[in-house]
């Protein structure tokens, strides 16, 4: 069975081909045009979109070594995501899937966040129902129990911004690029984690909150660039190496809790943040500490794919749950 997955929920305009589970092909175009601006701006991702999904589909096509005519069905992002880059991957599906007479699947963005966990790899151990999987992203933060494919529940949040922001924000104050997780992450492994300390907030339940943690390294930078122009030159790393420390504080303990209340020890990441590599390693010590089993996606399964869109084609193609030729993109669909 082959299946074709666009993904254009944001900034990334994305193809995919997988045979059975299996990838042929994974192709992306990032939009660099953003970094200018220091965040998507909607309607320049819309535009670009526009440009790249013709020639991204055709590459994945190819490069999997297919023509169209093999194809089962066409997969796309229904949401969610922005809106005018959601309706370009949405209408380009169906048009397609139109002219082809194949089925039109519809794919919720974070469901397929995490679901990436069952594209076929070789050695790769799938985690079993029921696990907790926790998706970190630029728009989300949450811990859900998935009790099978399409059977998932939220049970935790933030209230507020998302930790792929609070990177980013937190980026922005100290004037790193966009988007400014992985230099954090660069910068966090050459510096001291406590060399300077951030209270993490406090939110009941399962939920999270990152907009507090922002605004306290804002007032941190502003108050000590005042006494010393150079703060953050002379400290970049160790600036980096707090923040990250504060932040994976905050993910682990709500992880803790989550396992706890539940006793559910499978345990998953997936979304852009999920290849931070303070993450991987708390995980990782999760093991001997807490008696888990974690599933850690590969890097390129991580952050903006259409690999994950076409695994959760081909999972919803085998039980024959098609969309609708009218189906709409829905900018806020939940899980
Ligand atoms: P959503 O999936 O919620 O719609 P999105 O698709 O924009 O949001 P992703 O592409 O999944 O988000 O993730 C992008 C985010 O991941 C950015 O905020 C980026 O800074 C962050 N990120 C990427 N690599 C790392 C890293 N190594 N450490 C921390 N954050 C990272
Ligand atoms: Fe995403």
Known sequence: IYILGIESSCDDTAAAVIHNGKILSNVIASQKIHEDYGGVVPELASRAHQQNIVPVVDQALKKAGITKSQLHAVAFTRGPGLMGSLLVGTSFAKSLAYGLDLPLIDVNHMQAHILAHFIEEDGYNKPPFPFLAMTISGGHTQIVKVNDYFNMTVIGETIDDAVGEAYDKSGKILGLGYPAGPEIDKRA??????????????????????????????????????????????????????????????????LKLASKQTGIKHIAIGGGVSANSGIREALKNGEQKFGWTTYVPKFEFTTDNAAMIAIVGYLKYLKGEYAPFDVTATARLKI
């Open 189 to 254: 492994r050459l510096g001291n984690p406590k060399a300077f300390k951030f209270t993490k907030p406090k939110v009941a339940d399962l939920n999270f909150s990152f907009s507090g943690l922002k605004t306290a390294i804002l007032y941190f930078i502003q108050r000590e660039t005042k006494a010393n122009p150079n703060f953050i030159t002379e400290n970049l790393n160790d600036i980096c190496a707090s923040i990250q420390y504060t932040i994976i504080g905050i993910l682990m303990d709500k």
